[in-house]
Every structure is written in structure tokens, then in C-alpha cells.
């Protein structure tokens, strides 16, 4: 059967594809769209033919990534076709940080698009779709509003598809790192009030959530009104989330170096449901780069609050972001990068060629901008440094007893995969009843991305088991 032609009461029920690009922050506020857009009638589909609404959650952060939307409009601009050849209607919006930047410019390049919204504005869906279907131009809203999203969104949202789950208390950026578009896209930093956060983490939690990962642009510069009216940073925050029953696992992600105070660093060696892994990019080795960077650190800094972390929790594993050619680095700044990876050794990490941002003040570094060849030779080199680590520290895993939330099927027949709580993902041969629950695995395979090996007990257990404290690469 043709999916336009469903009658009766299933025709009152719309379908709703989202397809969302980049950071977590976008995969929270896909689940918050299509929680608002739930009382319209749109159901989520994993399919963009036939839907009845396609919304792209775009990512703006380097040129590739906005570029990919066009192709994808490209794509869909069929499928709505063909939706309307079969008498339906397929209404396109471009949701997310691309929207932000180009605004009504993408209708412009793309005539077919019905709303571009920026990611302040999704809580105003309701209207916008009426606006859209009923009016005959295209809607844009890429307004910061006075109002918070977060206080209009439903109460009931956030019902959460698994064991782990992402909740957002922080957004925005005041950095201004020179090569990044976030404090354009995003706007200015802002923390939903405590209140708010702790309730949304206990109403994941009461429908099964063991595992919340807390994010913001810039998480550990959270600072949230509390009903006494003080302010609480993310390490107080994280302290009370701990208290809720049956959280067993708390995360945070992403965070700036300046903002690691001792109560966050404090929290690492004193809460064990904090886990032992801390994404904190550093972005270049180079005092000189960090500068023009404008990230208000040097190597040192970093080495020295990575010390600091560790000798809190021992056991930490360390994750980051890299960027190589940034304009004006030489060999010497890159050969800096390379010193600072091996000095510090990652679990995992991600690297990105220098890509220039339209407005942002790298971009118009004239003549410093670093040749695409040298760009694409030290991205090479520092990959393989940072996989090198990758494969290292994942070989320290094997014989070790981790705890594993899985959280997903895997490929294969009766296969469950889960993260550790270094973030690795685990392939286990184990009974589907086990899904979303934290069993202990011994490991005895180690391979670039992944671990594998046998559950040791199916028992439940509300506490991370703590693996044992030794020192990794
Ligand atoms: N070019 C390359 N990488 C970038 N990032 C942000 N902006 C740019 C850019 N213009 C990277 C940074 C950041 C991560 C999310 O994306 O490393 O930490
Ligand atoms: Fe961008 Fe820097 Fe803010 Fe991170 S801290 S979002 S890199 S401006």
C-alpha cells in the first residue's frame, strides 16, 4: 500500500521524519520537536518517503557539514514531489544552526523549503507549521526570544527511547574562540534554572533512564538559579543528580578548560556515578595558536588541569578536539599539538582540518591561511597518533571486568552492545531480557573502536561497579 493513501482514523495520524546533523545538543532538540509537534498528530518515521513533515536539524560548525543540508534538500525536494503528485502535501523545514546563519537565504537557494527555524524558536512549532500550511510563503524565525524554550516546552516531554539519555541545562557560548560559529548560532551562555534540570532528570529516570549525559555548548560554565535563589555550578548540580535513585551513571559534555573549577574537579574524585571519562578539547598544543585562537589558555594550563583531574580520579580517561591549520600555524605550533597529545595520551579524540567560518574572525585572517595540503597532512599525523592511543588504551581493557549499560542491538544474532564507562562501546553475546540493564563484562577482545566480551553476572546492580584504579597511556 502507497503511504499517501491511508484512510479512516490512521489518516488523521501524520508522519514526522527528522534527520539531525552534528552535536547531541541537536539529537536533544530533535526529541524535543517532535515531542511538540506529537499533540499536532505527527508520529515519528524513520523515513522521509511519504512523510507528511520533513525537518533537517542542521549543523553549521564547519563548511562540510552545512554543505550536506543542500544535498539533502536536493533529495527530499523529490520525494515531496512525488508526494504531491500523489495529492499530499510534504511540508520541508530546515531546523538548527544552518537556519540560524542563512536564514531566509536558504529559501532563496532552495524555493522548496517551508520554514527555517534557528534552535531558540522550536517551542513556537505549533504556530510556524499553521503558518506554513495555511499561508503562501515560507516561514523564517531565527529570533533569540526573551522567553526560554525550555520554560514553554510540554511538561510531559523528554520521555526517553532507552536506558541512557541526554538532558540540556546549558546553551550558548560567550567564548568567541576566533575560528567557531556557536556564540553567533546559539547566542549568548544560558542555564536552565536547577529546579527544572533535577525534574526532567527524575522523570527520565522514572521511566527506566540509568544514564544521563548533561549537555550545553560550554557545560561546565552551568550556573543555574536554585529556588533559594543562589547559583549552582555543574559540580553541585551533579552532586544532587547523584542523590536520585537508580541513577547510576552521570556524564557531562562539552567543556572549555577555563571553566573546570575545584568543585567540578572535586566532584571527579568524590561522586561515583560520575563517570571516569571527560571530554575537554584543547583544540592545538601551541601557546602561540591558543592565543589567536583567543581559547585564554596555554599547554600548560591544560597539562596542569589534567593533572589536577587526575590526581582526583586516577582512573580518568580523556577524550578531546583537535584543530590542525589553523591560519598562521607552522610546523613548530603543530609539532607543539603533537607534544602536548603524547604528553597527555587520550582514550579517544577528535580531529578536525581548520575549516573557515563566514563572519568569524579566523575567516578573514588574509594571507594565514594554512595551504589545504598541509591542512589534510597534519590531520594524517595527528590521527594517527591519537588512533595509536585509541587501540592502546583499549588493549589495557582486555582481562579487565567493566561495567556495560547496553543499550542497543547489535549486528549479529543475540549480540547486545553497551558502553563501558570510558565511553567504549562493548559487543557481548548476551539475552535480549539484559537490554538496558548494567551487567558486568569480562574483556577479552580489543579492537580501534570497540570492545568485546561475556557477561560475568545478569545481575542489576544500582551502583557503577568501579573497575579497578591504574594508571592508562
Ligand atoms: N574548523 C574546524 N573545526 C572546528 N570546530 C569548531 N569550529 C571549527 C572550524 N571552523 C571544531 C572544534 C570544536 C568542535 C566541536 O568542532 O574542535 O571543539
Ligand atoms: Fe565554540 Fe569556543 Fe564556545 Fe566551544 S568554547 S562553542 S569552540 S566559541
Same mark, same amino acid.
Not at 518517503?49 to 520533513?54: F, I, R, S, T, Y
Not at 597518533?385 to 542497543?408: E, P
Not at 535480549?432 to 563484562?441: D, F, I, K, P, W
Not at 580501534?448 to 544500582?462: F, I, K, R, Y
Given at each position: ?14 508522519? !514526522? ?96 523549503? &517551508? ?62 574562540? /576566533? ?81 573546570? &573549577? ?27 595558536? @591558543? ?17 589536577? !583531574? ?5 582512573? @580518568? ?47 578573514? !585572517? ?12 597534519? !590531520? ?20 579487565? /571486568? ?13 549480540? @547486545? ?33 570497540? @570492545? ?9 546492580? /544500582? ?11
Amino acid at each position: 500500500m502507497r503511504k499517501g493513501s491511508l484512510t479512516g482514523v490512521t489518516a488523521l495520524k501524520k508522519k !514526522l521524519f527528522i534527520k539531525t546533523y552534528g552535536c547531541q545538543m541537536n539529537v536533544y532538540d530533535s526529541d524535543r520537536m517532535a515531542d511538540v509537534l506529537a499533540p499536532l498528530g505527527y508520529e515519528p518515521t524513520d523515513q522521509p518517503d511519504g512523510a507528511d513533515m520533513v525537518i533537517l536539524n542542521t549543523c553549521h560548525i564547519r563548511e562540510k557539514a552545512s554543505e550536506k543540508v543542500y544535498s539533502e534538500l536536493g533529495r527530499i525536494r523529490h520525494l515531496q514531489n512525488e508526494k504531491a503528485a500523489d495529492g499530499g502535501r510534504m511540508v520541508v523545514a530546515v531546523a538548527g544552526c544552518v537556519a540560524q546563519a542563512e536564514g531566509a537565504e536558504i529559501m532563496m537557494r532552495a524555493p522548496h523549503v &517551508d520554514m527555517v527555524f534557528g534552535p531558540q524558536t522550536y517551542h513556537q512549532l505549533p504556530e510556524m507549521v499553521t503558518r506554513a500550511v495555511r499561508g503562501a510563503g515560507g516561514v523564517v524565525n531565527t529570533d533569540f526570544p526573551v522567553e526560554s524554550k525550555f520554560d514553554l516546552l510540554p511538561e510531559e516531554s523528554a520521555k526517553p527511547q532507552g536506558p541512557a539519555a541526554f538532558l540540556s541545562v546549558q546553551e550558548g557560548c560567550d567564548k568567541f574562540c /576566533t575560528f567557531c560559529v556557536v556564540p553567533y548560532t546559539r547566542g549568548s551562555e544560558y542555564s536552565r534554572p536547577v529546579g527544572q534540570v533535577l525534574n526532567e532528570a527524575r522523570r527520565l529516570v522514572s521511566h527506566g533512564v540509568r544514564e544521563i549525559t548533561l549537555l550545553g555548548q560550554n557545560v561546565n560554565a552551568f550556573h543555574g538559579e536554585a529556588a533559594d535563589g543562589s547559583v549552582w555550578g555543574l559540580g553541585r548540580l551533579i552532586r544532587e543528580l547523584a542523590e536520585i535513585d537508580g541513577l547510576a551513571r552521570i556524564r557531562y559534555t562539552t567543556s572549555h578548560p577555563r571553566d573546570m &573549577d575545584d568543585d567540578l574537579i572535586d566532584a571527579h574524585g568524590t561522586v561515583p556515578q560520575l563517570m571516569p571519562f571527560l571530554h575537554l578539547p584543547v583544540q592545538s598544543g601551541s601557546d602561540r595558536i @591558543l592565543a589567536a585562537m583567543n581559547r585564554k589558555h596555554t599547554g600548560d594550563d591544560y597539562r596542569r588541569l589534567i593533572d589536577r !583531574l587526575r590526581a582526583r580520579q586516577p582512573d @580518568l580517561a580523556l577524550s578531546s578536539d583537535f584543530i590542525t591549520g589553523f591560519p598562521g600555524e607552522t610546523d613548530q605550533d603543530f609539532a607543539d599539538t603533537l607534544r602536548l597529545i603524547n604528553d597527555i595520551g587520550f582514550a579517544q579524540a577528535y580531529s578536525f582540518k581548520y575549516s573557515a567560518r563566514p563572519g568569524t574572525p579566523a575567516a578573514s !585572517l588574509e594571507g594565514r591561511q594554512v595551504d589545504e595540503k598541509v591542512k589534510d597532512e597534519r !590531520l594524517q599525523a595527528v590521527q594517527q597518533l591519537l588512533n595509536a592511543q585509541q587501540v592502546a588504551f583499549n588493549q589495557t581493557m582486555i582481562g579487565r /571486568t567493566l561495567s556495560v549499560l547496553f543499550d542497543r542491538v547489535g549486528k549479529l544474532d543475540g549480540q @547486545l552492545l553497551g558502553r563501558s564507562a570510558y565511553m567504549q562501546s562493548v559487543y557481548v553475546q548476551a539475552p535480549a531480557r539484559l537490554m538496558g540493564q548494567m551487567v558486568e563484562v569480562h574483556i577479552t577482545g580489543a579492537y580501534a573502536n570497540s @570492545l568485546s566480551g561475556h557477561v560475568v553476572t545478569a545481575e542489576t546492580v /544500582t551502583q557503577p561497579a568501579r573497575p579497578a584504579v591504574e594508571a592508562h597511556a
